[in-house]
């Protein structure tokens, strides 16, 4: 029996050649195919991993593994069967690798550790869940802990003979910075939003953040973090009065992160420069408010010192029952 199966997405990563190491601290993202509606990755961000199913599209059939062979062809490991190891060479040239995610932007899944290059055909993207992690230890032979031992590496871009990449710095926004905050709006609609919500509406709401934003650029509480030439996220301050004392304080009324710059202190970066920014003003305390659902957001903001005030509860009420 044959099976035939048509790519769901392709990669679109920097990286542009199979190697055997130096994964780590690498992000990608998986581009859906035509076929596939955008709906597909709703979500997706509800979730902190997936697992990636792939295709080693490069390898010559000429020189795939049925039988056994040793690993990395590394004379000091045993020759062990194609299915007791990870290697490319397999009999259907599947990859299958957990990855952390990022985000989701329109047609993208925006991930970090995925180890294929650009262009790979991905066949199916799965949520990672808790119940399906293995339920006993992991064990593993002594030589895999030898072949892994850099797999997940950082690569050093000295070393590898290119230039650090620049620091992420925090500026007034400008004019030009328009088109990057108004592309946030799908990002902020897709997390935390209460199901009895109506998407549509949510998403109607935070492009009236943004386009807020977009309307205070040059009055000072626009910022905007980038690196190099590239923008990676966008936070909107404005002054409000405290609901307790009539105090004006400073308000945290947008802060948003493009996927690809997810998992890499950028938030952390436009919080402190949010903190300056109050400072500057004379304001003694930076509210904010967010969707109880949104978890990763809440705890970005208790690490760095906000603390919870005000519960709003909120009932839904549907027809109303039989008498």
Not at 11 to 34: F, H, N
Not at 44 to 55: C, K, L, N, P, R
Not at 86 to 109: D, S
């Amino acid at each position: 029996m044959e099976l035939t199966v048509t790519p769901i997405g392709y990669v679109r990563a920097t990286r542009q050649t199979p190697e055997d190491d130096d994964w780590g601290g690498s992000v990608a993202a998986i581009e859906l195919a035509d076929r596939m509606p955008a709906e597909a990755l709703v979500g997706m961000e509800a979730f902190s991993h997936a697992e990636i199913i792939f295709v080693f599209d490069q390898v010559d059939p000429a020189k795939i593994v049925t039988g056994a062979r040793r690993p990395r062809n590394n004379p000091a490991w045993p020759a062990v069967g194609i299915f007791a190891q990870r290697g490319k060479n397999r009999p259907n040239r599947l990859g299958l690798t957990t990855v952390r995610i990022l985000g989701v932007a329109g047609r993208r899944l925006h991930v970090a550790e995925l180890d294929a290059i650009d262009g790979t055909p991905v066949l199916d993207i799965k949520p990672v869940l808790a119940e399906f992690l293995p339920r006993t230890p992991v064990i593993q032979p002594a030589w895999s802990y030898e072949l892994m031992r850099d797999y997940w590496r950082v690569p050093d871009p000295a070393v590898a003979g290119g230039t650090p990449a620049p620091p992420v710095t925090v500026r007034p926004a400008r004019p030009g910075d328009t088109p990057f905050i108004r592309s946030l709006a799908p990002r902020l609609a897709a997390v935390g939003v209460p199901p009895w919500r109506d998407p549509a509406q949510a998403q109607g709401f935070h492009t009236g953040e943004v386009e807020a934003a977009v309307a205070a650029i040059g009055a000072g509480g626009v910022l905007i973090a980038v690196r190099g030439d590239e923008s990676l996220g966008v936070i909107h301050l404005q002054e409000q009065r405290d609901f307790l004392t009539g105090a004006p304080q400073a308000y945290l009324a947008l802060l948003a992160v493009a996927a690809v710059a997810e998992g890499q202190g950028v938030g952390q970066q436009m919080l402190a420069a949010a903190e300056r920014w109050a400072r500057e003003c004379g304001y003694r305390h930076i509210a904010l408010d967010t969707f109880a659902g949104n978890e990763r957001a809440r705890r970005l903001y208790l690490r760095h010192g906000y603390h919870e005030e005000v519960y709003k509860l909120v009932k839904p009420l549907g027809a109303e029952p039989d008498s």
